[in-house]
């Protein structure tokens, strides 16, 4: 077999997939763009089928609508990737936790496992299946063109909520049970790490052609922590992810790693990195392995300036990353407030030669 760059083993003859390229590590000038949660609040056809469907895990429940939603930016702008539109708290409610979204509350997980045990929980794996079912409608509809990303929470992140029970101030409840009983700790990490595993691989079988990693609350912990429950649980993944599906490239996004990205891109062997916004990219590609695949890493509040904030910083970060295989993307999720023609402006300055 020739050499292929990250591992990832050569497929057969195709459609032309730029992004799909990019994070099997070629160079594409213009790099391909998608941005994360391209589905959702700023787009109105979003908001009107939210609407006539009501709470949010409803949508997400529905996989016809979930699809719909999951083509409504690829139809207006023509992103280079499609993201599924689910939730990573998916996972916690398939081993067990109820699941709720509360108006202007956020989600809700009971029991929170500060009150109850990991065992105390009946898992109910069926409740992914409308995910796949989403994901298939979506493979059978999407441009042969454009690559469906696929995703999940990291262990961490996900643990965090487990724990909690919600969102929480800086993760203190998981920080906190982690240090007090790290045994008991790492059931749950590895509890996620089994069925996340799992859930990717079934999202692959029903029709992605990568997947992606969000680790949103990476950037909580100390450089010792950050080892033991982001760098080690998500390698496992990756290694297990690549033998079941060794053509498939993984995305791990560690948002607030700053100086703990190198040791992330280098030891969880993911075959590409996203950056969040924080990061400079000029650092970033002194700092990451040559050829690495980068994406990334425009300031969402940028976008919503638009203007010369938004010329200044799409060319600052594409001529950082020219050297290497870059997808653009910006450094965390689009905004409820962006505007709809500033989208449509920066896929100009993007795709601009």
Known sequence: MESVPNGIAPLSAGPDRPLLDVLRGQRRDPPPVWLMRQAGRYLPEYRALRAEKGGFLELVHDSAAAAEVTLQPIRRFGFDGAILFSDILVIPHALGQDLTFGTGEGPRLTPALIDATLESLVR??????PVYETVRRVA??????????GFAGSPWTVATYMVAGQGSREQAEARRAAYRDPAGFGAIIDAIVESTVDYLS???AAGVHAVQLFDSWAGSLAPVQFERWVIEPTARIVERLRARHPETPIIGFPKGAGGKIGAYARETGVDAIGLDETVDPIWADRALPEGLPVQGNLDPLALITGGEALEQAVARIR???????????????ILPDAPIAHVERLLELVRRR
């Open 319 to 333: 001529g950082a990353f020219a050297g290497r295989p870059h997808v653009f993307n910006l450094g965390h999720g």
């Open 124 to 129: 109910v794996p069926e409740r992914l299946s």
């Open 140 to 149: 059978a509809t999407l441009p042969p063109e454009t690559t469906f990303l």
């Open 202 to 204: 079934g999202q692959i």
